[in-house]
């Protein structure tokens, strides 16, 4: 079946990078998402990536994509407070909706 | 632009009432998703329309639950009767997409839903 997972905490300090990581069963999903959700408020579109691409750059996020082994990473250079959220991995699914991890809580320390 | 909205933002009802979640989607999007989100199971897809027709409702957990989607731009999420097991955050999401298109869900805000 369709399962996507993730590691459901990280902790690191303000300035240093953060490595979030996520593996995915469905070798046909065509695009694969990163969501940002904060306290008390809805899921964020962070990214997305292509599955025929290897690499994605946006300002701080850079989103790495193994599709031999079905692994996806976010990063996020220079981590600040503000950044402290739970992230979200999804995959494609088969009827056009989203499978989503159960989210990995970056907590940011000063 | 407005985003997706939902109301209301919190429920507290006692068990056996009726409750009813409501969604706006943004205008112009022709698929809305609901999910509903807990500690134990994380975030679960519910049901799934497109172009206000049910695409996808194997997520919907029993015959309490009901969704309606009467226009582009209104949907329900109804629950007769409310069980303690069913409190969760409710989000919905909505999108221009459909099948395996890149148009991102834009989520609500959600329901809290407290069932006592």
């Known amino acids: 079946g369709e399962d996507v997972e993730q590691s459901l905490f990280l902790s690191v300090r303000e300035g240093d990078s953060s490595v979030i990581n996520c593996t995915y069963t469905d070798s046909s999903s065509t695009y694969l998402y990163w969501y940002k959700q904060e306290p008390g408020a809805g899921l964020q579109l962070l990214t997305y990536i292509f599955s025929n691409m290897d690499m994605k750059q946006d300002q701080r996020l850079t989103v790495l994509l193994n599709k031999k082994d079905k692994h996806l990473s976010l990063r996020i250079a220079d981590t600040q407070t503000g950044d402290s959220a739970i992230y979200f991995c999804?995959?494609?699914?088969?009827?056009?909706?989203?499978?989503f991890g159960k989210g990995t809580k970056l907590s940011v320390k000063p | 632009d407005a985003g997706v909205i939902q109301s209301p933002r919190h429920e507290v009802t006692e068990m056996g009432q009726e409750v009813t979640l409501r969604c706006k989607p943004i205008?112009?999007?022709?698929?809305l998703f609901w999910y509903r989100q807990t500690m134990m199971r994380g975030l679960e897809l519910l049901i799934y329309f497109n172009n206000n027709v049910p695409i996808d409702d194997s997520g919907m957990p029993e015959d309490r639950f009901s969704a309606k989607m009467p226009n582009a731009s209104f949907s329900t999420l109804k629950i007769q009767p409310s069980e303690p097991r069913d409190s969760a955050v409710y989000f919905c999401?909505?999108?221009?997409?459909?099948?395996?298109?890149?148009?991102?869900?834009?989520f609500g805000d959600g329901t809290r839903l407290s069932i006592l």
């Open positions: 999804a995959e494609t699914g088969s009827q056009g909706n989203l499978i």
């Open positions: 999401a909505s999108s221009s997409g459909t099948g395996y298109s890149n148009q991102p869900q834009h």
């Open positions: 205008s112009g999007h022709n698929s």
